[in-house]
């Protein structure tokens, strides 16, 4: 490929992200586009355009059937020669790998005065977080521009919150040499007090300086526990806090700078280098009038330029001069853009706009001061937003339905939660239901990975019974489920088709899990009826899932398996959800270890880990490992459970889901007696015990249990271990007998029996 091609791909932000999470494996378009939250057909076209300029390279995978493209990196690094003749790249595929990195959506900064004291201040000062605060126009995002150019930069917005903040600082972090926090939210992991230690030391590991934006956007409250959090613990790194309103963090440790306007000299070389034409004595009533404020500096000078008299009301100068001298077109865009109060896109833009060239208007105002750039957004400023608003003739029903479709074709998670913010803008009952639908059928991941921020959202429009449906489904998602089957139970009579639907068997659901088969059972029933009356796949295929769950807890494995398979038949004609096929062959691998056919058991889940392999979905791929531990063990095929095992601990205790490493921990311990191999066993006991003091669950102090198991097998004391396994399990007696019978395959148990 020629040089300024290669060389453009790299300049792009999103093809670095790109190449920076395959450092981290094989993905395929689907999981990296989740991982990014863009669109995946945008994520494939880029790895087209890496594939042909030779970054990364393709491969077709057969799954089920199915042919799945799977990308990883080809080279290991770039080195550019400058010749006589020209210039040269160069890969490599050895030696010590260094990853390029870009400024993430870091606003564009043209004329920079003074600040040097600030910048100074930023840069000493041993306090870790520093909050910013001052009048909107002030001057804070430049300074901290300037302050920090290299910084990871996160724009605060009203239908975001920490969750979706949390994932951008990973994918940053990854690039940086940190993968563990993505790997945590990848995996699904929601526990805040690990969120905030992973965010934390990551950190500090790679002493990365973190902005926040616009903070006074964000009224999440788990964002606020996080910044004081930092406040107390980070000791490597920086936070910088941007904000119109003076942060409340309830901690020591941070800096607070309050921004005035800029001083005299820096003021009016800002004004003479925008273009303003004013002697320097006719500038002191300017600076009288705008104390030295950047964005009304940049104003006037827009005005003086056209030998207008810079006194007067600065909204009233900005009415009758700068906005009275636009072009019909470039008020047009400008009242468009006033009508969102976040950065747009410029492919948005152009969907908006009603002539064929928006790039001219832009431009125009782009040059007048009138809209910034950040990164390949565009956005006006509040205080011409605000101006703007007054004086506005388009009427916002004939954008947001527009803006609507747009972020909807799109197709990422984040688009989902800005297109539902703009329907509950419109008060489009039907838009709101509509949107519901895709997400119950394109975005059903929305409710796992952006809880706090869709549940905002979903709070502005309760009255709205689809609404307080997905009210109920967050709730369940976090655990509460009494107070979901409540939300649900009052509605059910009030929706109809796929919505009651999804309510029916959600209720199904929370019945099984509070362990209700008889009413469980019950909605089953009439989640069938909808079923033979309006035969939707996507119904049909909730419907099995939840009669497979049902027969299983009531032990009837026989109709499980059979129910399962029916999942499979409607998944293939779905075609599309390769996370359910997964978790089906993964459900009917369980289903026949209960049956105790361990052979099929194993088979079915190889299937499951192909798929998840296939697709890169690594938690399905590694709980795929865990069950094939106890699988192989079962068979006494004890070094592939072994071998299976140790993939999966070391990313489950990576991740901190440290039940499953626990769950593996004990197969991998009676594999390894079944080996003779007493010394790593009586690791995997301790290591069990190690994890039990920090999460408390039941199964790691059967630790206690396997070192007794290990003292005996030594001929040592074992009855004290003995002892403190028997109390530490006593409230789970059925447990302790379920670890004896499992030990029992490879040991001698009956003197650890009770007595």
Known sequence: MEVPRLLKLLSNEVNLQILSVLRTGSFNPRELARILQRDESDVSRRLRALERAGLVEGRWVRVGGKNVRMYSLRVDGISIRFQPGGVSLESSKSGEYSFLTVKSGTPEVEDFFGREREIQLLRSSPERVIAVYGIAGIGKTSLAVKAFPEAFWYQAEETEGFDYFVWQLGIHLNALGFPQLLEYLRAGGRNERDEFEL??????????????????????????????????????????????????????NVLYIRLEGLDVESAYRLFEARGGKVDPREFAEVYRLTRGHPLAIVLFAQASSSGVDASGNFFDFLMSEVYGRLTEKERLLLQILSLFDEPLEYEAIKALYPGRNVFAPLYALARKGLVERRGELYFIHDLIRGFIERVREVEPADYYGAYIDYLLRKGSARDFLRAFKYAVLLGDEGRITAIIEERLRRFKRVVQDFQGAYLSLLSKAPQIPQVRAEIGTVYFQRGFFEKALGIWLDVEDKLDGIFRADVLSSIADVYLELNDFEKAEEYLGKLKEIV????????????????????????????????????????????????????????????????????????????????AKAYS?????????????????????????????????????????????VDTLGYHFLALIGLGELEKAEEDAKEMLRMGQGSNYPLAWAGYIFLAVIEKLRGGNWKEYLRLGRERLGDYPWLYEAVLEETARVVDVEELKEK
């Open 199 to 252: 965010a934390l030391r990551g950190i500090e590991e790679t002493g990365t300086t973190v902005v926040i934006d616009d903070l006074h956007r964000c009224g999440d409250e788990k964002m606020g526990r996080f910044l004081t959090f930092l406040a107390e613990g980070l000791k490597n790194g920086k936070v910088i806090l941007l904000s119109r309103e003076k942060p409340s963090l309830g901690a020591e």
């Open 532 to 611: 033979g009356k309006n035969p939707d796949p996507e119904v049909e295929l909730w419907y099995y899932v939840i009669k497979t769950k049902l027969h299983y807890y009531r032990g009837e494995v026989e109709e499980g398996l059979e129910s399962a398979f029916k999942e499979l038949d409607v998944l293939k004609r779905l075609g599309h959800y390769p996370e359910l096929e997964a978790l089906v062959y993964l459900h009917i691998g369980d289903i026949y270890s209960e049956m105790e056919r361990p052979e099929e058991a194993i088979r079915y889940y190889l299937l499951a880990l192909q798929v």
């Open 617 to 661: 979905l690594s938690f399905l791929e590694h709980t795929c490992y865990m069950e094939l531990t106890k699988a192989y063990f079962h068979i006494g095929e004890y070094e592939k459970a072994v071998e299976e095992g140790d993939r999966a601990i070391d990313y489950f205790t990576r991740i901190r889901n440290y039940r499953r490493a």
